[in-house]
């Protein structure tokens, strides 16, 4: 594979930040290096409506969508950087109907493959083309352990029903299964069911990942937050299956960042281990970055490379690093170990990407939120704001 050379064109250079100071006569891989795994959105369209899902409230259209061609260029290109694996997602991502040759091509230029599926699209015959085409694994996302709940979170009837049946299919066709459950105040009481009903199913991995509160899921807040009781109820349900699935199924336990004293290393911090590609080509630092208004993302449409775009464009170096942080992070000595947690929720919380994340303790506005979700958990609001193309859609009746 041909190490790729940094471009000639001017870096950004921050005379307090090791990582973000590039030279130009190294190659990528030899500066910061380029992420293993890339999520690729190849779609924001979906037959579900989740009311936490992570697309942005503004989805791209359809006709916006990189072409087949466009989307086999990247995969290329993705490879011969050194990326190894990359993520197909959405949106839904069996919407496109070229999801097969686009599985195919990663496989013949070296890419691991990952689906990251509703599921509720594919038929058995489909499944059997994608494995044959070199998909390496599944990961199916489940909004309930019953289907009542299920279909209502999901705002699809009938939903829950055909993920079951596809994982099973998944298995038959021994490709490797991750249950993704998305967890909020209406479906904790089922977490219990869910880890035993990814055990049937014979998962390799769940990944019980709380709501993370941005983007549509920031719209349903008061409809999603867990209280403190609940967190503790879920952590008590994971660490008792933890123990009693050990070596039979691996669980990834993600908490609510509000309940949290310290802020989670988002994305492995600000462009240094993850991009993402969006439906129309725009390379993010994070699948939620497009919440922050006043960034501008290149695009693999434009005349800059992928590899180019990762080290030098203005919305990967805003945030890369340490130089960038204010106080209290700029001398508290967990700044190289969370990298001052979130910038969306940041963002999305304080109106400044560049403040400390709020979930963060030290943080001036981590007590106001830290109350806020409190009350808005106690206030047990119930009806949704379903996700869809027409900026949301409020749940008819209040449920039962
Ligand atoms: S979170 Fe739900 S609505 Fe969003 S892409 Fe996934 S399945 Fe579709
Ligand atoms: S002050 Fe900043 S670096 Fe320190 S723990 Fe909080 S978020 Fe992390």
Not at 174 to 184: D, G, K, Q, S
Not at 260 to 288: D, E, V, Y
Not at 311 to 318: H, I, L, P
């Amino acid at each position: 594979m041909t190490p790729t050379l940094i471009s000639a064109e001017p870096v950004l250079r921050d005379p307090n930040d090791g990582i973000a100071v590039l030279e130009r006569t190294r190659t990528v891989a030899e500066t910061f290096g380029i992420p293993l795994a890339v999520l690729a959105e190849l779609t924001h369209r979906c037959p579900l409506q989740c009311p936490y899902c992570s697309n942005p409230v503004e989805m791209e259209r359809a006709n916006a969508e990189l072409t087949t061609e466009e989307w086999t260029r990247v995969l290329t290109e993705l490879a011969e950087i050194g990326v190894l694996q990359v993520h197909f997602s959405g949106g839904e991502p069996t919407a496109r109907k070229d999801l097969v040759e686009l599985v195919r091509h990663a496989t013949q230029v070296g890419l691991y493959t990952n689906l990251i599926t509703s599921a509720v699209l594919l038929t058995r015959d489909k499944l059997v083309d994608l494995a044959d085409a070199g998909l390496c694994h599944v990961q199916i996302s489940f909004q309930g352990s019953e289907p009542v709940l299920a279909d209502r979170v999901g705002g699809f009837r009938n939903g829950h029903v055909k993920k079951l049946e596809v994982a099973q299919w998944v298995r038959e066709l021994e490709l490797p299964l991750t249950v993704n459950a998305v967890m909020h105040r209406q479906n904790i009481h089922q977490l219990r069911g869910m880890i035993d009903m990814a055990v049937e199913l014979g998962a390799d991995r769940i990944e019980v990942a709380n709501v993370q509160y941005y983007g549509w899921a920031l719209k349903n807040r008061a409809a999603l937050m867990p209280t403190v009781e609940q967190l503790d109820e879920m952590t008590a349900v994971v660490d008792e299956a933890e123990t009693r699935f050990k070596g039979i199924m691996e669980i990834d336990f993600v908490i609510p960042d509000y309940y949290a004293t310290r802020p989670k290393k988002c994305m492995g911090g600000w462009g240094r281990q993850f991009f993402n590609i969006t439906p129309s080509g725009k390379i993010l630092p994070c699948h939620a970055a497009e919440t922050i208004t006043d960034l501008d993302f290149d695009s693999v449409r434009s005349n800059h490379s992928i590899a180019w775009i990762w080290q030098n464009s203005e919305a990967f170096n805003r945030y890369r690093g340490t130089g960038w942080m204010p106080e209290p992070c700029q001398s508290c000595e967990f700044k190289e170990q969370d990298y001052g947690g979130c910038r969306c929720q940041a963002f999305a919380l304080t109106g400044n990407a560049a403040n400390t994340d709020p979930a963060c303790q030290l943080s001036p506005f981590h007590a106001t939120i830290f109350k806020a979700a409190e009350t808005e958990a106690a206030a047990d609001q119930r009806r949704f704001i379903y996700r869809n193309f027409a900026g949301g859609t409020l749940e008819k009746d209040e449920p039962a």
